[in-house]
């Protein structure tokens, strides 16, 4: 016989610790207005929130999807071989090379987490229990509801926090001073150290990085209280956002691509050539452009992947051999390395304690 009734009565948070003191096996159904979430536990611990294959609303799905884990092209290519096969997503995902075992079961445990922070939360809804209705597939993950629920409480008492620190999305954000040397920077203070630049909103650099919101507001409010970053203003207008940031053929998730800052500046300079004329027009071409972009774009460019050297310094030991290296293990893209009219050299000191970084006119 199920186990059902309303959340007003016993709490989610309730209903989870007897099924862990329990430790029941079966689903968890939890209906909070037009949500739903599915936990399943075996033996008291949860081993996933999702149906086996892979719906249309698949929790793990959005969640690598949302942390640009997976990119479209591989989202539709994950599809095609589902649709064929009727194999369970984590299968394809592992068995396909999309992600090895242990990757897959840490994003798991972040995936699982989000889902059981939203649902403690509710304090309207219903709630049923099936014995009957089991996780069949490899247990990727065995989470320990105690655990999860301590986790889950934490995490929405950050959400506070951050609710109030952050709570202007087009508030700018821009680095203050790095770490030093000898203080340990998280993987997420990392990812976010190449995003942040002074150019791109709050809402923005969340957006980019490869985090959950909260991962992201967590990371941000370490960072601030470390004087790592710091707020430099505000962004004036919604129409210049989509200007500056997004190449105009961009998917929502794409990087941020600082060629736009260029094409903005491009097509200002024009306006401007054609109002005073042809005899004018290429020395305000000229002057406006040397001075803007090497002032600005390039500059920023630069700072950028000084910011990035020093990381990945701190992080091995020493400085990348070259350029390629970065963009080989992902600390950048093929991208930040091209500076349009310049070329980019590189290369380490004598001693390899040090390097050169210097940009060079194409003729």
């Not at 109002?275 to 390039?298: K, T």
């Amino acid at each position: 016989m199920a186990l059902q009734g309303s959340l007003r009565d016993f709490s989610a948070t309730e209903i989870l610790q007897l099924i862990g003191m329990q430790q029941k096996t079966g689903c968890l159904l939890l209906e909070h207005a037009s949500e739903r979430v599915l936990l399943f536990v075996h033996e008291g611990r949860i081993v996933s929130t999702r149906l086996p294959g892979m719906a249309a609303d698949d929790t793990l799905l959005k969640f690598l999807l949302d942390i640009h884990r997976l990119s479209e092209e591989q989202h539709r290519g994950i599809a095609s071989i589902q649709r064929e096969s009727g194999r369970d997503l984590e299968d394809i995902l592992v068995n396909g090379r999309y992600l090895d075992a242990d990757e897959l079961a840490g994003y798991l445990d972040r995936q699982i987490l989000d889902d059981i922070t939203r649902v403690v939360g509710w304090d309207t809804g219903n709630y049923r229990f099936e014995t009957d209705q089991r996780w069949t597939l490899p247990m990727h993950v065995r989470l320990s509801v105690e655990g999860a629920l301590i986790e889950a409480a934490r995490r929405m008492d950050e959400a506070k926090r951050s609710a109030e620190l952050f709570g202007d999305p087009d508030a700018l954000l821009g680095v203050r001073d790095l770490p030093d040397p000898d203080e340990p920077l998280a993987e997420e203070e990392r990812e976010l150290f190449g995003i942040i630049d002074g150019r791109h909103t709050l809402a923005e650099v969340i957006q980019a990085a490869p985090l959950t919101h909260s991962e992201a507001c967590e990371a941000l409010d370490r960072m601030l209280q470390s004087n790592w970053i710091e707020f430099t203003g505000c962004r004036e207008s919604a129409a210049h956002t989509v200007t500056v940031i997004l190449p105009e053929a961009a998917p929502v998730r794409a990087p941020i691509v600082r060629a736009s800052f260029a094409r903005e500046l491009l097509l200002a300079v024009t306006v401007i050539v054609l109002a005073v004329g042809v005899h004018e027009s290429g020395r305000l071409l000229r002057s406006r452009l040397e001075v803007r972009q090497d002032d600005v774009f390039v500059t920023s460019q630069l700072r950028d992947l000084r910011y990035t050297l020093e990381l990945f310094k701190r992080e091995r030991g020493r400085y990348p051999a070259t350029m390629e290296d970065l963009v080989a293990d992902r600390w950048v893209k093929p991208a930040q390395l091209q500076v349009p009219g310049h070329e980019l050299i590189y290369h380490l000191s004598g001693t390899g304690s040090g390097y050169v970084l210097s940009l060079e006119r194409e003729p």
